[in-house]
C-alpha cells in the first residue's frame, strides 16, 4: 500500500534523500505491524495478548506509529506529535489517580452497602444536591429510576435485547475520540492538534472537577437510600452480540476507575465535543447524526444509572467552554510559540492557520 503523495523536503542535515526516507518509513512499518500482531496473538511482556486495555499503552502505540510517520519530513512533526499524543497521556494518567487522591483528600470513608469498596462522606453530601436539581427536571422524579422502572428489564442476566443499543453507544466513548484523532493526523496535522488539545484540556478540567466535587453516581447513590432502587445496567446485553470480552472489560475497568466521578459527565461531554467539531462542515444528514450522538448517550448514561441529568448539562457545558476557549485563545498564542512548519501537505503553514500562509506554494509530486 502506497503512502498519499506529498511535496517532501529532506532534513537539512540529513543524508538521506526524500526517496530513500520514503522506503525508510514503509520498512519501518512493517516493523510495526510485525509488532501489532505478536501483540494480538501472543503478547509482548509485560502485556497480555491481545488488544491492550490500558489508554497509555494504546497512547503509546498511536505515538510510535506517528514518530514513524513523521521521519525524514519536518522535524516539528515529531515535536506536535509529542506534544499532543503526550498532554493525553498525562491527563489520562491523572484521571487514573483520583481514585486514590479524591479518598485520601476527602477522608471519612463511607461503606457502601452490598459493595465491597468505600466512597468518601463528600461525595454522597454533593449527590444530595445533585438529586434535588435532578427532580426537578423530572418533575418530582428521579430521571434514572423513572427510566428503570418502565423499561429495565430484571430476572435476565442479558438484559432486553434493544439495550444492544445503549450498551454499544456507552463503549463508543472509548474509542471514538481516540479514532478521530487518529484520522485527523493521517489527514491534517492542524486539525490534529487542535483536536488532542481541546480532548486534554476538558479530561483536565473533568480531573479537577472529579476532584473538587466528588458526586456518587445514581447506582451508587441508590444503596445508601438517597433515592430508590437503581441498577447498574453496565454492558450486559453485549452478550447478545457474543462480545462477552467487552463485557468482561467493561467490568475489569469499573472495578478499578474513580467511582465518585460523576460530575460532570465527561461520557456526554465528549459527544458534546464530537458534535461541535464537525458541525460546520457536516452536511444535512450528517448534522442528523451529530444531535442524535449525543442525546442517544444522554438517555444511555441516565437509563443505566451512570449519571443525573444534570451531570449530562454540566458536561455539555464543559465541552461548549473548552472548545470556545481552544478556539479563540490556543489558536493565537500556540503558533506563536512552534512557529511556521513544512506539514506534510506540502504547505508551510502554523499548526493552527484557518488557511495555508501566503509563502506557501504546494505542490504535488508524482
Known amino acids: ?37 505478536v501483540q494480538l496473538t501472543a503478547g509482548i511482556p509485560p502485556l497480555d495478548p491481545g488488544l491492550p486495555v490500558s489508554p497509555i499503552i494504546l497512547l503509546g502505540w498511536f505515538g510510535l506509529a506517528s514518530a514513524i510517520w513523521s521521519l525524514g519530513r519536518d522535524r516539528r512533526e515529531l515535536v506536535y506529535a509529542l506534544i499532543g499524543w503526550g498532554s493525553l497521556a498525562v491527563a489520562i494518567r491523572l484521571y487514573s489517580a483520583t481514585r486514590g487522591v479524591v479518598d485520601n483528600w476527602w477522608g471519612s470513608p463511607v461503606p457502601v452497602p452490598g459493595h465491597p469498596s468505600t466512597i468518601p462522606e463528600q461525595a454522597i453530601t ?35 435485547r434493544w439495550e444492544v443499543v445503549t450498551a454499544l453507544t456507552y463503549m463508543s466513548h472509548y474509542f471514538v475520540v481516540y479514532v478521530v484523532a487518529i484520522v485527523q493526523w493521517l ?32 447506582w451508587l ?7 430508590g432502587p437503581v441498577n447498574r445496567v453496565g454492558t450486559r446485553s453485549l ?31 465528549f459527544t458534546v465535543m ?41 458536561g455539555a457545558l464543559l465541552a ?12 493565537q498564542w500556540f503558533p506563536k510559540l512552534l512557529g511556521p512548519t513544512q506539514l506534510s501537505d506540502g504547505n508551510v503553514t ?10 506557501a506554494k504546494p505542490t504535488l509530486s508524482t
Open 239 to 269: 452478550h447478545y452480540l457474543h462480545l462477552n470480552f467487552a463485557d468482561r472489560l467493561w467490568k475489569k475497568g469499573a472495578a478499578s476507575t474513580n467511582e465518585v466521578a460523576a460530575f460532570p459527565s465527561l461520557h456526554f461531554g
Open 126 to 160: 454533593n449527590a444530595r444536591w445533585v438529586l434535588s436539581i435532578d427532580r426537578v427536571i423530572g418533575f418530582g422524579n428521579n430521571p434514572s429510576q423513572w427510566l428503570q422502572r418502565h423499561l429495565y428489564l430484571s430476572g435476565n442476566d442479558r438484559g432486553a
Open 187 to 218: 489527514r491534517d496535522r492542524r486539525e490534529w492538534l487542535r483536536w488532542v488539545l481541546t480532548l486534554s484540556t476538558m479530561m483536565l478540567l473533568g480531573v479537577i472537577l472529579y476532584m473538587l466535587v466528588p458526586t456518587a453516581p445514581p
Open 1 to 37: 500500500m502506497s503512502e498519499p503523495t506529498t511535496t517532501e523536503t529532506a532534513i537539512p542535515d540529513s543524508r538521506l534523500s526524500p526517496a530513500q526516507w520514503r522506503l525508510t518509513r514503509r520498512a519501518a512499518f512493517v516493523v510495526y505491524a510485525a509488532l501489532v500482531a
Open 320 to 331: 461548549y467552554v473548552v472548545v470556545w476557549f481552544n478556539r479563540r485563545y490556543v489558536s
Open 274 to 314: 464530537v458534535s461541535m467539531y464537525f458541525w460546520k462542515r457536516a452536511r444535512p444528514w450528517v448534522k442528523g447524526v451529530l444531535v442524535s450522538y449525543p442525546l442517544l448517550m444522554g438517555f444511555t448514561l441516565v437509563y443505566s444509572g451512570e449519571h443525573y441529568v444534570f451531570d449530562c448539562l454540566a
Open 221 to 227: 447513590a441508590a444503596p445508601m437510600a438517597l433515592v
Open 350 to 359: 502554523s499548526p493552527f492557520a484557518d488557511e495555508p500562509s501566503p509563502q
